[in-house]
Nanobody, 115 residues
Framework: QAQLVESGGGSVQPGGSLRLSCAASGIIFSASSMAWYRQPPGKQRELVAQVSSGGDTYYADSVKGRFTISRDNVKNTVYLQMNSLKPEDTAVYYC?????????WGQGTQVTVSS
């Protein structure tokens, strides 16, 4: 059974950093495209960053230069390094994966940026 489990969320002051992790099981991780989405309070879920099975990356304009997505195909884990955090980055962050038409979601982890 496929499972994505996020960790690393929490509260941080503006300008701070956090690293999110998403551990995958039950999927062929190395062949899967992985991504991070987020859902701010009262808003729709949005794509933050994506990394293909080949390592190509995509970032939303709002996080370019501040966030870095990476993957470790040995540990079956995808990461999101978040630097220079802003209050508008406050959201529930979700791990996402897809392969062969199947889509998987994690349960989400809360990130709060506030002074």
């Amino acid at each position: 059974q496929a499972q994505l489990v996020e960790s690393g969320g929490g509260s941080v002051q503006p300008g701070g950093s956090l690293r999110l992790s998403c551990a995958a099981s039950g999927i062929i991780f190395s062949a899967s495209s992985m991504a991070w989405y987020r859902q701010p309070p009262g808003k729709q879920r949005e794509l933050v960053a994506q990394v293909s099975s080949g390592g190509d990356t995509y970032y939303a304009d709002s996080v370019k230069g501040r966030f870095t997505i990476s993957r470790d195909n040995v540990k079956n884990t995808v990461y999101l390094q978040m630097n220079s955090l802003k209050p508008e980055d406050t959201a529930v962050y979700y791990c996402w994966g897809t392969r062969a038409g199947n889509i998987y979601w994690g349960q989400g982890t809360q990130v709060t940026v506030s002074s």
